[in-house]
T-cell receptor, first 114, second 112 residues
């Protein structure tokens, strides 16, 4: 079974530009989560999808971040326009619905905003 | 508001030692607790998940315990090896299916 995949692995952009991160969850996982780790801080939650619906977006920092999950499969996270403080590692995780729901993480996308 | 703390932040041990990593959480109303491993520049690998009704879980040389009432979990690593060197993270979801709240992690270095 393939794990969670993320693309790109690294992205370096200028302040003010737009970047789109992609996450492909494990097949059959209805829960999809986005997290972010900025330098020196703990990993923090951004957004939770159940299938194609946003279940919880309380962790999204501001309206420069837009997440979508097309047809309940892969998800994208767009940052527009990017700011310096958006730099960090963005992780995606997925899990089954139901009581056990162990979360499995992708390798992350390292975003650097210059 | 749930907070997760991991102590120590870093730990160095010689190969072969048994060691314990600590995780504490402020709100005992957790659904489960997950321990992860992160290698430098890599993603998180799930090591163990303990349901709130369980006291411990074992996988190979790893044993994780959970004491909800005291807000603590420990990850015991037996006979440590250099390949165990990594950052270990614990995380809890407040409810089933909700997002994880993470500690900052313990960075373990095992020397040969």
């Amino acid at each position: 079974e393939a794990g969670v995949t993320q693309f790109p692995s690294h992205s370096v952009i200028e302040k003010g530009q737009t970047v789109t991160l992609r996450c492909d969850p494990i097949s059959g996982h209805d829960n999809l989560y986005w997290y972010r780790r900025v330098m020196g801080k703990e990993i923090k939650f951004l957004l939770h999808f159940v299938k194609e619906s946003k279940q919880d977006e309380s962790g999204m920092p501001n309206n420069r971040f837009l997440a979508e999950r097309t047809g309940g499969t892969y998800s994208t996270l767009k940052v527009q326009p990017a700011e310096l403080e958006d730099s960090g590692v963005y992780f995606c995780a997925s899990s089954h619905l139901g009581p056990y729901n162990e979360q499995f993480f992708g390798p992350g996308t390292r975003l650097t905003v210059l | 508001k749930q907070e997760v703390t991991q102590i120590p932040a870093a730990l160095s041990v010689p190969e072969g030692e048994n060691l314990v990593l600590n995780c504490s959480f402020t709100d005992s109303a957790i659904y489960n607790l997950q321990w992860f491993r992160q290698d430098p520049g890599k993603g998180l690998t799930s090591l163990l998940l303990i349901q709130s009704s369980q006291r411990e879980q074992t996988s190979g040389r790893l044993n994780a315990s959970l004491d909800k009432s005291s807000g603590r979990s420990t990850l015991y690593i037996a006979a440590s090896q250099p390949g165990d060197s990594a950052t270990y993270l614990c995380a809890v979801p407040p409810q089933a299916g909700t997002a994880l709240i993470f500690g900052k992690g313990t960075t373990l270095s095992v020397s040969s």
